[in-house]
């Protein structure tokens, strides 16, 4: 695989991870931690009888979401450097790129309209090269 596209691979990987667990974080560890338990700051309601771990301020589920996450989306910024070096994009695009990771959603909304680019890219450039040069 040539490096251009590796780091764009890798680009698309790491976004469909980090979007997974930010979804994750955002919507399941985020409030059993602060919304369901008797140690949640803002409980709505108790936990359930023998799940009491998973839900309130000591919740182990954002131990294993939030950490990774974290780690991840590091990765994630790395990695849209190295693509926004490789294809020259501007400062507000690179920017843009690693901020909608941290939004539910947006991540994978802005992967998907940049792979959609990145083939017609490729597909404008192959057929470029099939075109024969007229001489004369």
């Given at each position: ?47 359930p ?19 990774p996450h974290?780690?991840?989306y ?35 909304i ?27």
């Open positions: 695989m040539e490096k251009k596209r590796l780091a764009f691979t890798l680009y698309r990987v790491l976004a469909y991870v980090a979007g997974i667990f930010l979804l994750l974080l955002a919507f399941v560890a985020m409030p059993a931690k602060y919304l369901v338990g008797e140690t949640a700051p803002f409980s709505l309601m108790p936990a009888a023998g799940m009491e771990r998973l839900f309130g301020a000591d919740s182990v589920l954002m131990m294993a979401v939030a950490i974290g780690y991840i590091m990765l994630y910024v790395l990695v849209v450097i190295w693509v926004a070096l490789e294809r020259r994009w501007g400062a507000g695009r690179t920017l843009w790129v690693a901020v909608a990771g941290t939004i539910p959603f947006v991540g994978l802005v992967e998907h309209r940049l792979a959609k680019a990145e083939k017609a890219s490729e597909r404008r450039a192959r057929q470029g090269e099939e075109v024969p040069v007229a001489e004369g």
